[in-house]
């Protein structure tokens, strides 16, 4: 069956079907601010072993679905690449084909931190840049003041949006969420969860390495584990920030707080309850729960 195709302003999940996959591929599945460049980040401390990386992360690990590259530069230059390689995608499972041997990781976050942290990006993005490269002209809802973080949350939180044509809403984040949840059991897909690696960043990192049979010497883990960190890769942002035309204001603010569980403070009582049964209605109850633990 031909995967579901996921477009939205600069992503086109149908340019997987075109991509050659090798046996050995990585591939990162998030939402955007679920943690994609903190894994892209731990999957390269993996593959290569050193902090020192031999380009920007955004080279090493290229977002497939970003139609602002040609599809044919992005294929050339992971063609190119002579390590195991590990590609981006916010394209959800059911939107890309699955390769058997190939390895997926789908990165989860509390839904409200990641909004929130999407609130902000989006106040971080240059639309005229945009714009130019995308050739269409910056709508005029994106043209006006953005309502405060709060106001914007309960939006977000109530929106009933299309889940292929606004991924990034809450809606299309619990689809996605849901999809890589209903395969846990697979051997191919690994489920992270943002709050784990913040939790404890080497015990994951060292869970990531076995599921991905890399093996590790234990002299370098200090050193790939303090690389991870975000003081770490905020402190790189000039070459850690998923930005190789320009499209933000500021790399260092991409890397904003890197916290977890402060989101739901926003919210009233009475809006957190219709948050939760919105929850409730859109994604099975264990899947919530793993959600939303601390």
Not at 47 to 68: G, M, N
Not at 192 to 219: C, F, K, N, Q
Request: proline share 9%; hydrophobic share 45%; aromatic share 8%.
């Amino acid at each position: 069956m031909t995967p579901y195709r996921y477009r939205s302003e600069m992503e086109d999940s149908h340019r997987w079907l075109d991509f050659p996959m090798r046996d050995d591929d990585i591939v990162i599945s998030t939402r955007s601010k679920h943690g994609t460049t903190w894994t892209q980040m731990i999957c390269a401390l993996l593959v290569f072993q050193t902090p020192d990386l031999p380009a920007p992360l955004s080279e090493l690990s290229p977002w497939l679905d970003w139609t602002i590259a040609p599809k044919e530069a992005v294929f050339a230059k992971l063609a190119a690449q002579r390590h195991r390689r590990f590609v981006k995608t916010h394209t959800p499972l059911d939107g890309i084909p699955i390769h058997p041997t190939a390895r997926y990781i789908v990165v989860a976050r509390h839904p409200l931190d990641a909004a929130v942290s999407l609130y902000h990006q989006g106040s971080n993005l240059r639309r005229e840049r945009i714009a130019e490269l995308t050739g269409v002209p910056v709508p005029e809802a994106k043209k006006r003041p953005r309502p405060e973080p709060r106001d914007w949350l309960v939006r977000w939180t109530l929106t009933d949006s299309d889940p292929r044509e606004f991924p990034e809403m809450f809606p299309g984040v619990m689809a996605h969420l849901s999809d890589a949840w209903a395969r846990r059991a697979e051997p191919n897909l690994l489920l992270v969860h943002y709050a784990d690696l913040s939790a404890d960043r080497e015990g994951e990192m060292r869970r990531i390495a076995d599921w991905l049979g890399i093996e590790v010497p234990e002299t370098r883990w200090a050193d790939l584990v303090r690389a991870a960190g975000f003081a770490e890769m905020k402190a790189q942002a000039e070459t850690m920030a998923p930005d190789p035309v320009g499209l933000m204001r500021s790399r260092d603010a991409f890397f904003r707080r890197g916290e977890s569980g402060a989101a739901a403070a926003l919210l009233s009582a009475e809006e957190l309850a219709a948050y939760e049964a919105r929850v409730a209605a859109l994604v099975p109850e264990d899947l919530a729960a793993w959600l939303h633990r601390p």
